[in-house]
């Protein structure tokens, strides 16, 4: 293997025209230069010199290999400035996936942000689910993760990975405006009602039938539907009622969105997730923009934590029990087990 070091010396022998010169331009002593000259001929097993009385002119082998380390120097010193570059939170490069929602209401604005502040800053973005995020962050072909948990979920599987917490997102009862009652709702006052549900097998359609479960009923699927847009348009058009992230969502025309009191803490939490070893400025900046960014979520949008008195008989007769005592949440925290409206 040929050292770098001792290519310089020879480039610089060539464009210089003497050993002198050539110690003067790398900055050392032309007797080392000339020692240094001499093992860079051991190493490649040929005579790269011609020595004269008073001179010394590089051999034809000598010319072609200084050529070549021309062009190897200059390889090296982009080298050098990409991975300075890279390690720049301005010149990096940062790939980064979102749920749909998170996207629009974090990931954008975050992107945006660093695109005018950082034009240079290589980003770039995938819409995936936090099931397929994790392993997609796990084999290194993605940087950032914008993820969700619902509560009551198994967690992932979070090994090598590193997960900062964003915000909690409250999940509302999406029901048609036509007939809506005011104020936070027992799911199971619905169990007669069509139920929107989505058409995966994780995160929405899950949590749809194992929170109707936990009210001690089985919902009656009317539709399937993957974005909150269509779902909220089927609430709207009355074919049922749908659980939805407060924050994912704007009521449209028609709907209304209900706080739910039973089951209790009907949350999800976004969080922000990356692999442990990775400390890419690009990476670290991102995250930390994501963190100021949730901060600024205006509250009772994503951080709802309480509940705004649910309708059920029996939230009522929870707070006279506690003989007017606040109540947070603390709603009905073992469901009842009964059918019907």
């Known amino acids: 293997m040929l050292d770098s070091g001792r290519l310089r010396l020879l480039v610089a022998l060539a464009d210089t025209g003497s050993i002198a010169g050539a110690a003067q331009t790398v900055g050392c002593s032309a007797a080392a230069a000339s020692q240094q000259l001499a093992v860079l001929e051991r190493e490649s097993g040929v005579s790269l010199l011609e020595r004269g009385a008073r001179s010394v002119r590089l051999s034809h082998a000598g010319q072609v290999l200084a050529e070549h380390g021309r062009r190897i120097l200059d390889d090296l010193a982009a080298a050098e400035q990409a991975v300075v570059a890279a390690g720049s939170p301005n010149h990096g490069r940062v790939r980064v996936a979102s749920f749909a929602s998170g996207a629009r209401r974090l990931v954008g604005p975050v992107i945006a942000s660093l695109r005018r502040r950082s034009p240079d800053l290589d980003i770039t973005f995938t819409e995936m689910e936090p099931e397929e995020a994790v392993p997609a962050l796990r084999s290194g072909d993605i940087d950032l993760a914008l993820t969700h948990q619902y509560a009551g ?8 990975l590193q997960q900062t917490f964003l915000l909690s997102d409250p999940l509302a009862l999406a029901v048609p405006t036509h007939g809506a009652q005011t104020g936070d709702v027992d799911l199971l006052d619905f169990a007669q009602d069509g139920w929107i549900s989505g058409r995966s097998g994780h995160g929405f359609q899950a949590l749809t039938e194992m929170v109707t479960g936990l009210c001690g009923f089985e919902p009656r699927i009317t539709a399937r539907a993957d974005t909150y847009a269509l779902v909220l348009d089927l609430v709207a058009a009355g074919l049922g009622v749908a659980l939805v992230p407060r924050g994912a969502v704007a009521a449209p025309r028609g709907v209304v969105l209900l706080g739910v009191c039973s089951p209790a803490d009907l949350v999800r939490a976004v969080h922000v997730t990356r692999r442990s070893g990775d400390w890419a400025a690009a990476t670290l900046a991102f995250e930390r923009e994501l963190v100021r960014r949730a901060g600024r979520v205006p509250a009772g949008i994503l951080n709802h ?19 007017g005592a606040p109540i947070t949440r603390l709603c009905l925290l073992q469901p009842r087990r009964r059918a019907g409206r």
């Not at 979920?153 to 090598?160: C, E, H, S, T, V």
């Open 305 to 323: 934590v309480g509940c705004g008195g649910c309708n059920s008989h029996a939230h009522r007769q929870e707070g006279n029990r506690r003989s």
């Open 153 to 160: 979920f198994a967690a992932p599987d979070l090994r090598g």
